[in-house]
């Protein structure tokens, strides 16, 4: 089906991925382990990769107290669902940093290794701290965070965008469903895929000696557990993946039958079998009725 609008946005996604243009997540580029789903679906006519995240772990700033107003909904998105391949401007892009009032810490899109994690909050505190050397920042609470897999999808057609999203079900994206938008003359359908093992927990909540010293403790449980929930995510993805490059490499459906030939065909198989249970029941009468015959002579 042709849609001039699907095959220019996809023409676009896919010149921004070729050049060299930062996006809209605190990294600023894609996710090493997302490449493979993003070549894989945008070499599929039906499909084009409008987000991705392969997954990451946080240490996140809310804001002060006084600020608390410009917090953030504590959401997996930067502007557009912690897109990693949603290309804007240099000077729109927020790597390292987030708006509304708070800011990031510490993000890896990897394996998370506890001494950063502990020297990034070591470092925030020592600015808290009232024998610094320039004017202490404000204290807002520190929270970690393990925040999934996702991939958004555009499809070409809404049936197009119904069978990937119930391969990703199948895959265990369980989480998932179809975003439908535009107009009625010229409708959009994303596949938003999700996974709900995240991970929102403060780990310094006040600037005293008693809480900064069970911080640390906090923190080394937490970033285990975010090792862990990350492992799953990539084999996660990874099964959605296969999931993806089985649907399509699935041979095409038959085309439907039409009723009144549906109903041709039934007939003529069951009159073969009628004439076939006939002629099997004449040929034991014939062969009983020779049996009869020779007992009798």
């Given amino acids: ?14 010149r ?5 243009s930062v996006d809209r ?33 946080a240490m996140w700033l809310d804001p002060p107290k006084a600020d608390s107003g410009k917090a953030d909904d504590n959401d997996h998105d930067d502007d557009d669902d912690g897109a990693d391949n949603v290309p804007v401007l240099p000077e729109a892009s927020g790597a390292g940093k ?34 610094a050397s320039t004017s202490p920042s404000p204290f807002g609470v520190v929270w970690v965070r393990f925040e999934p897999y996702i991939l958004h999808v555009q499809a070409r057609s809404l049936a197009a965008a119904s069978q990937l ?28 895929f999700r996974l709900t093992s995240a991970i929102n927990a403060p780990v310094l909540t006040a600037l005293t000696e008693r809480h900064v010293a069970s911080a640390g403790g906090v923190v080394e449980y937490l970033v285990v557990e975010a090792e862990e929930k990350m492992r799953a995510t990539w084999a996660r993805a990874d099964r959605l993946l296969e999931a993806f490059r089985s649907l399509h490499n699935r041979p095409a459906s038959a085309p439907k039958e039409d009723p009144k030939d549906r109903w041709a065909r039934k007939r003529e198989v069951g009159l073969k079998k009628q004439a076939a249970a006939l002629a099997k029941r004449s040929a034991s009468g014939a062969a009983l009725a020779a049996l009869a015959l020779s007992i009798t002579e």
């Fill in 16 to 20: 921004e991925l070729a050049s060299a």
């Fill in 165 to 192: 999203l119930r391969a990703g079900l199948a895959a265990g994206f369980r989480n998932s469903g179809i975003v439908a938008g535009g107009t009625d003359t010229h409708p959009t359908y994303v596949v938003a």
């Fill in 1 to 14: 089906m042709d849609d001039p609008a699907f095959d220019a946005r996809k023409a676009a996604v896919q």
């Fill in 25 to 57: 997540s605190p990294k600023g580029t894609v996710d090493n382990r997302c490449w493979p789903m993003i070549d894989f679906l945008n070499s599929c006519e039906q499909y084009v990769t409008t987000s991705s995240c392969s997954g990451r772990v």
């Fill in 98 to 131: 987030k708006g509304r009032g708070g800011r990031w810490l510490h993000v890896t899109h990897d394996l998370p290794v506890l001494a950063d994690f502990t020297a990034a909050l070591d470092k925030y505190v020592a600015e808290c701290s009232p024998d």
